[in-house]
């Protein structure tokens, strides 16, 4: 299925949105929950998976089964479709669900195919396909942050993924190696080889702070990496939770401040 043509434009910095520019009867699909606003001439329509099975003649089985792939990827089974129904353009925005960029990707220049990480994708061009990617290495399955699948999104049109933090472009020579902290992959292209690599020695592996196997990415091909993974910002957030009774992490206490003082933790 040909992906409708779209235009857009992306706004702030650490907080992003997209905006989307549709001609008339155009229509953007985006994940449920990133909708922000849109101008009066749009109309919204929930659908089963990302939409490139709505298509007459796909049936019901098809539609559950390209609902299903979706939930092994963390997200749910129903995306939204934004359709402009009017006589003139017309405008709807996505925000990503946290800090960090919004990376419009452009199927056409990847050869049809990007894979990336679970639960990113924001939104895309009615047509492009949000499917499954799984892994054939059990390595790769056990430890490397993504699991046994990732995402891929196949098709000619635009596609748009959000990261955490600050985003960084590799590109990769054949045969060049990129190592990267597992849960730092944002995505990649197709022709990019994924595996993971133990740290070795007994220091880096117990006492470290960056786990015990790290991803190894091999060209050709171009990657994406994050510097905050929403994993790792989570983590800080719930480590500096209120504890019992509505005092935080060693509030109101002398030898705790002295602590924080002791070991670094000061930033809060």
């Known amino acids: 299925m040909q992906a409708h043509e779209i235009d857009y434009q992306i706004f702030?910095?650490?907080?992003?949105?997209?905006e989307i520019e549709l001609d008339p009867q155009e229509i953007v699909i985006a994940e449920a929950g990133s909708f922000m606003m849109m101008e009066n001439n749009i109309q919204m329509e929930t659908i089963f998976g990302d939409?490139?099975?709505q298509q007459v003649g796909s049936g019901l089985f098809g539609k559950l089964l390209n609902a299903g792939k979706r939930v092994l990827t963390g997200e749910s089974l129903f995306m939204?479709?934004?359709l402009n129904q009017g006589n003139t353009k017309s405008k709807v925005s996505f925000a990503s669900p946290y800090p960090g960029k919004i990376l419009p990707i452009d199927l056409t220049q990847f050869q049809g195919k990007f894979i990336c990480q679970k639960s990113s994708f924001l939104c895309a061009a009615k047509?492009?396909?949000v499917g499954i990617e799984f892994s054939q290495k059990l390595g790769r399955g056990l430890f490397g942050g993504e699991g046994f699948i990732m995402q891929k999104i196949e098709g000619d049109g635009m596609a748009f993924v959000h990261s955490g933090g600050t985003m960084a472009k590799k590109e990769l020579a054949s045969g060049e190696i990129l190592k990267v902290d597992t849960g730092c992959i944002i995505g990649f292209t197709k022709d990019v080889n994924y595996d993971i690599e133990f740290i070795g020695g007994i220091k880096n592996s117990i006492f470290g702070g960056e786990g015990l196997f790290y991803a190894t990415l091999r060209g050709p091909g171009t990657v994406y990496i994050q510097s905050l993974p929403f994993s790792r910002l989570a983590d800080r957030i719930i480590a500096s939770a209120p504890r019992s009774g509505g005092n935080s992490r060693d509030e109101g206490s002398l030898l705790g401040g002295l602590g924080n003082l002791l070991d670094g933790d000061n930033r809060f």
């Open 51 to 53: 939409g490139s099975a």
């Open 12 to 18: 702030g910095e650490e907080m992003q949105y997209v």
């Open 80 to 82: 939204t479709a934004f």
């Open 127 to 129: 047509g492009v396909s």
